[in-house]
């Protein structure tokens, strides 16, 4: 069981400090956050999770670009959390910038199809493997349309996903277990009416009994998993599981979807391909388009087939709800195809990972020198510390080694001393545009937390 190595007191004490130094030098956030609140944006913030990065106030942004990002107190940081994964190959990359610069003048939105969607097309199918391929605008509308659309096919009501999941604000995704049931994640009723368990099953990941419990059910139309959990902390497939999975799919009758959007970064092919899964639907979002709004879902043939029978013949496609006026746009599509070619490519992929691996090592011999018992889990281009001896074999596991008090004073720890992580957590992306520098100031800079973290111990002599 997870055990805090600083008492709350202490720890909170530790925190106020590096609140008050984030609060001095960051005074024209400060002031930005306190005139937005009284503006018209509710919290002071575009979109609310913008102010729950667990600061005592947001960092107002004056420039990104490449792996660096500058606020308006003219602090440069280098940036490892690249808008959670939508900047993944760096922020504003040339070519995408230069093919939507150059596109822009020609029409951003016609919903008509332009040319650069048939290059588009090929190169994911010989990417990710799948024949087919549709846009929508976010991975959370992806996601959703492939649930409609496995529904449709199946007849069937739920969906499964993983305990601790994240496939954005998809309403069967936003679940936890309450008695054992599938119950509303949040605290108050979201969508009073809907009952959680009427449309999705959980299951602890990893766990392989339990998959195949949930689907002998027979009322699953789609399995929804990332094949690396990287929204709870990370946890990494045991060997076997996905394709055990993929297996229970077809001898129940469900469909699987993998949700590549974060674990695009394992490399040029993304997970599913590289470790030659076979999934019936696959969603990457995020970084597709170079952090355009853009998200592409693929399907097998099979499907095709199925799609073209049954919604020619017994209802529109239309009428499904598949897509919105501005999904496909030609501005996205472009951005998609620029970025696709000639931003993530297999050289950006070596590199990328090669510096994560320079990051995870470092982060390993910080916890040795401090004498901490944690890990690094590492994934291609991603690497997480976790508060672990070993990395996390379900999302429980990682879920409960989640100690919020810690996030919260490393993460003002590191943005203090100029280097920026994925808020929530301490997970850790690198990008093409990532220098060995910037690699090593991260890997410094974390091990001066760590030996503030282990001279602070409160927890020596317990048992
Ligand atoms: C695995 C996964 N899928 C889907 C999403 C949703 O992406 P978006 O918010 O861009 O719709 C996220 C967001 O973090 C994600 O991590």
Redesign the pocket.
């Known amino acids: 069981m997870y055990r805090p190595p600083i008492d709350e007191p202490t720890i909170r004490g530790l925190i106020a400090d590096e609140a008050a130094k984030f609060e001095s030098r960051n005074q024209k956030s400060g002031e930005l956050h306190r005139n937005a609140t009284t503006a018209g944006f509710w919290q002071g913030v575009p979109m609310q999770w913008m102010s729950e990065w667990g600061l005592p106030h947001p960092l107002y942004v004056e420039q990104a670009r490449g792996a660096h990002l500058t606020d308006v107190d003219g602090h440069t940081y280098v940036d490892f959390c690249l808008g ?2 939508g900047a993944m190959f760096g922020h504003s990359p040339e070519a995408t910038l230069a093919a939507v610069a150059e596109g822009m003048g020609r029409g951003i939105t016609t919903m008509l199809p332009h040319a650069d969607a048939l290059t588009v097309a090929d190169h994911l199918r010989e990417r990710f493997r799948l024949p087919y391929w549709q846009t929508a605008m ?4 992806a ?1 959703r349309f492939v649930i409609r659309i496995a529904r449709a096919l199946t007849g069937r009501p739920k969906v499964l996903v993983a305990r601790y999941c ?3 604000s998809v309403d069967e995704s936003m679940t936890k277990l309450i008695d054992g049931r599938p119950a509303p994640r949040a605290r108050w009723p979201v969508n009073p009416g809907v009952q959680m368990d009427q449309i999705a099953r959980i299951v602890e990941f990893n766990d392989f009994a339990d998959i195949e419990r949930e689907l002998a059910h027979q009322d699953v139309a789609v399995v929804m998993m ?1 094949p690396v959990m ?2 709870n902390g990370m946890v990494i497939p045991a060997d076997g599981y996905l394709e055990h999975i993929q297996g229970l799919c077809r001898k129940y009758g469900s469909y699987l979807l993998i ?1 590549e ?2 674990t695009l970064s394992t490399g040029w092919a993304g997970y599913a391909a590289e470790h030659r899964l076979e999934p019936d639907f696959l ?1 990457v ?2 970084a597709i388009a170079g952090g355009i709004p853009a ?1 592409i879902y693929g399907f097998t043939e099979a499907i095709s087939e199925a799609m073209n029978a049954s919604f020619a013949s017994a209802f529109q496609t239309s009428q499904m709800g598949l897509g919105g006026t501005l999904t496909g746009n030609a501005f996205a599509l472009r951005a998609m195809q620029a970025t696709l070619t000639e931003v993530a490519t297999p050289d950006a992929f070596d590199r990328m990972i090669s510096l994560c691996t320079r990051a995870a090592d470092g982060l390993e011999a910080g916890i040795a020198t401090a004498g901490l018992p944690w890990t690094v889990t590492r994934c291609g281009a991603r690497c997480e510390l976790q508060y672990l001896r070993e990395s996390p074999r379900n999302g429980t596991e990682s879920h409960d080694a989640l100690d919020w008090n810690l996030i919260e004073h490393s993460h003002l720890f590191l943005l203090n001393r100029d280097v920026m992580i994925t808020p929530f957590h301490n997970m850790i992306l690198c990008s093409p545009e990532t220098t060995e520098a910037d690699v090593d100031r991260l890997v410094r800079v974390f091990a001066e937390w760590m030996s503030a973290i282990a001279a602070n111990r409160t927890d020596r002599g317990m048992t």
């Open positions: 959670d994964t976010t991975a959370t509308d996601n994240y496939h954005g990332e990287t929204n949700d959007t974060h969603v979002g995020k998200a």
